[in-house]
């Protein structure tokens, strides 16, 4: 059951924030769903979702129980990558990105270059901190976390930097002050909602799982020196 947590969390707590970003999205009037072109971005999010829903849930029934600190990197850059070049082969298609214009070309090298930085910082954590895991005094539980909003959280804010940089979000004007705030605070919402859930669900089960192996393994030592014992007799 534990391995399924991730799963409904990202597509319970994680879809309703998905959803309200949307919603804020068309509030601003970055998204004008009376456009064919809006409206074609829209449901391709909505399909892709489902369909990384699906294959998410496909992946952990049939790989996650024989993997361990390498099965989440595996998934989210093949999968997962095959899902982000898709995302971005629609948004050509669509011209919601326009590689004749130089704009165009930076935002999607930006996209492309940031996947690989991601890559590799996420295997370098891998290296340094889940695969010694055994020496660290941190509940495991929250390891995803510090990765997600401490390193993940640096790239988020190199991202924005990126962007205001490059023109795509003028935080000078009215709706782009209000897209900022909005991914801010979005990013704080869920790091909020991702603290509780590994509270009150994750850490407790984790620790649950953690005694109930202790006491598996102290039944089985007890049962071994007794049979020992009674050899001798």
Do not use: C
Request: proline share 3%.
């Amino acid at each position: 059951m534990d391995h399924w947590l991730p799963f409904v969390y990202q597509y319970s707590v994680g879809g309703l924030f998905f959803l309200v970003s949307i919603g804020i999205a068309v509030q601003k009037k970055a998204i004008d769903l009376r456009h064919t072109r809006s409206f074609a971005i829209i449901l391709s999010l909505l399909l892709g979702l489902v369909f990384y829903m699906f294959v998410h849930a496909l992946w952990i029934a049939v790989v996650t129980l024989n993997l361990q600190y390498w099965q989440p990197w595996i998934y989210q850059y093949s999968i997962g990558g095959v899902f982000f070049f898709l995302s971005i082969a629609v948004a050509l298609n669509k011209h919601a990105v326009n590689m004749a214009h130089p704009q165009g070309r930076t935002v999607l090298f930006n996209l492309i270059a940031g996947l690989v930085f991601y890559m590799a910082v996420h295997a370098i954590w891998i290296l340094i901190v889940l695969s010694p895991m055994d020496s660290i005094s941190i509940e495991r539980a929250w390891l995803p976390w510090l990765y997600q909003y401490g390193i993940g959280g640096l790239f988020f804010a190199l991202s924005i930097w990126i962007a205001i940089r490059k023109k795509a979000i003028l935080p000078h004007t009215s709706r782009g002050l209000a897209i900022l705030v909005s991914l801010i605070l979005g990013l704080l919402f869920y790091m909020l909602t991702h603290a509780v859930w590994i509270l009150v669900v994750t850490a407790p089960l984790e620790r649950t799982l953690i005694q109930q192996t202790e006491n598996t393994k102290g039944k089985t030592e007890t049962t071994n020196g007794h049979s020992d014992y009674s050899d001798l007799d």
